[in-house]
C-alpha cells in the first residue's frame, strides 16, 4: 500500500527481530507512473520462527504480499538460525515470568 511510512513499517518488521537484509530494492510495477514495490531478500528461511513471524505481520499491516521463495543458504544458516531462536525464546521467557506477575 502507497502510503506515508509504508516502507519504515517492513523495515521495522526485520529490524526488531534482528534479521539482516541482504539487498533492498524499488521496482516500478507496471501499475502507473510512480507505482513501486519492494523486493526484498534477508538472511533466514520462511520456516525460521522469526522470518515467518516478520512475514505474518508484514502481510497483515500491508496487504499484499508476494512470497518468491526462500531456499537453504551455504554460509551459516544454522547458526543464523539458532540465534534467533535464542533471541525469541529469552524474549518469550521474559513476557512469560512478566505476565505471570500481573494480577
Keep these: 500500500e502507497d502510503a506515508p511510512g509504508s516502507l519504515v513499517g517492513i523495515l521495522q518488521e526485520f529490524a526488531a527481530r534482528s ?3 541482504t ?7 507496471r ?3 510512480g507505482d513501486y514495490c519492494f523486493l526484498i531478500d534477508c538472511e533466514g528461511h520462511i520456516s525460521d520462527e522469526v522470518v515467518g513471524d516478520a512475514l505474518r505481520n508484514i ?3 500491508q496487504g499484499n504480499v508476494k512470497f518468491l521463495g ?5 554460509f551459516g544458516s ?3 538460525q ?6 525469541v525464546s ?4 521474559w513476557l512469560a515470568d512478566t505476565r505471570s506477575r500481573i494480577r
Design 59 to 61: 502481510h497483515m499491516k
Design 90 to 93: 529469552s524474549a518469550d521467557t
Design 31 to 33: 501499475k502507473g507512473l
Design 19 to 21: 534479521i539482516n537484509l
Design 23 to 29: 539487498r533492498l530494492e524499488s521496482r516500478p510495477t
Design 70 to 74: 526462500s531456499y537453504p543458504s551455504a
Design 78 to 80: 544454522a547458526e543464523i
Design 82 to 87: 539458532e540465534a534467533n531462536r535464542d533471541g
